[in-house]
């Protein structure tokens, strides 16, 4: 499909993300920004005179009622993740949601249910896919120039400067830290790159090091991913160096760097594999920007790179498996 499809969408959420990356990334995919609707009418009017978009929504309601919104891109917190989707899906609108899908298995796999019943497309915004380093790995993976993949190891480990919003601090709101705001991210790679195959959790560690919370700053995972071994890493209180992707196979090994990019600008980024490939990103598109223009392509049949609601449920089980491991999280 080699003409840009243009949706008409509106956000939920004026504030975070939202506001600080996701008006400016549907702009520059060249989509159309109708409005956002966050928690209060006055946000959602202040929000329209800081990005210029035309209208203001009163509610969340109001937006959903606005036939002129074609799409929904939902970056509320993690707890309203799920009935926001499940409310715009029901208006009849296709949803891009930010990740986590939802905050249990369950409810991450009603609304994947919801959306395919009503033939309208759900996808969980882990933009990492779009990462160029990333993609070139997937690639690599699947045409087998790396042989049979052995092991994966995706790790995104960053002390963050301070303590976030109140609720992600709070398992029942958040679902866990380190897991749902940036190990959801490492999960999908590790799973995407091996094709989504049958899953096993063998063990995990869910552990506050840094800061004195009630939910994790560090969790690692072990899983069996089909014949391969994953290791998944996230941390909110503990430094690593720079996030990073790598598959070792029979064949060789190649690894992606600089791929989980949270914010606006090029991609950045690096691949090295066994084979002697250097390569570097830093004038590539922004994954987000293109994560909203290919959603787009894919409400009007084109194949579609990103995560769907499904995928985004296999991510949430896995999670929800890890949480529920053992006696919590270790301090």
């Known amino acids: 499909m080699d003409e840009q499809v243009r949706l008409r969408w509106g956000l939920v959420g004026t504030g975070g993300f939202a506001d600080a990356v996701f008006a400016t990334v549907l702009k520059n995919a060249g989509q159309e920004l109708l409005g956002a609707a966050g928690s209060a009418p006055q946000g959602s009017a202040a929000f329209a005179m800081r990005h210029g978009t035309p209208r203001t929504y009163a509610s969340l309601d109001a937006m959903l009622r606005d036939p ?33 899908l939802a905050t249990t298995a369950g409810g991450a796999r009603d609304v994947a249910d919801l959306a395919a019943g009503l033939s309208l497309r759900l996808g969980v915004g882990y933009q990492g896919r779009f990462h160029p380093a990333l993609a070139e790995l997937h690639r690599r993976v699947r045409e087998g120039a790396l042989g049979d993949v052995a092991h994966i190891r995706a790790s995104w480990l960053t002390q963050y400067a301070g303590l976030p ?25 590790a799973l995407w790159l091996t094709g989504f195959p049958a899953a096993r959790l063998l063990g995990c560690r869910l552990s506050a090091q840094h800061w004195p919370v009630a939910v994790e700053d560090l969790a690692v995972i072990l899983l069996e991913l089909g014949n391969a071994a ?14 990073r992707v790598e598959v070792h196979g029979t064949a060789g090994w190649a690894m992606a760097t600089g791929v989980f990019v949270p914010r606006l600008g090029a991609a950045g980024g690096r691949l090295r594999a066994s084979d002697g490939t250097q390569r570097s990103y830093d004038a590539a598109p922004n994954p987000y920007e293109s994560q909203a223009a290919a959603f787009a392509a894919w409400t009007a049949g084109a194949e579609y790179a990103g995560a769907t609601g499904d995928e985004g449920a296999v991510n949430i089980a896995l999670l929800e498996a890890a949480r529920n491991q053992g006696d919590g999280v270790t301090r």
């Not at 919003?165 to 790679?189: F, K, N, V, Y």
């Not at 503990?238 to 996030?243: E, H, L, M």
């Open 68 to 100: 002129q919104v074609e799409a929904v891109w939902v970056a509320s917190p993690n707890h309203l993740h799920e009935e926001h989707v499940r409310m715009a899906l029901a208006a009849g609108k296709h949803v891009l949601a930010e990740k986590p």
């Open 230 to 243: 994953a290791v998944i890493e996230a941390a909110t209180g503990v430094q690593g160096p720079i996030n």
């Open 165 to 189: 919003d109140a609720w992600r601090l709070r398992p029942e709101s958040s679902g866990g830290w380190a897991i749902m705001d940036i190990g959801t991210h490492t999960l999908d790679a």
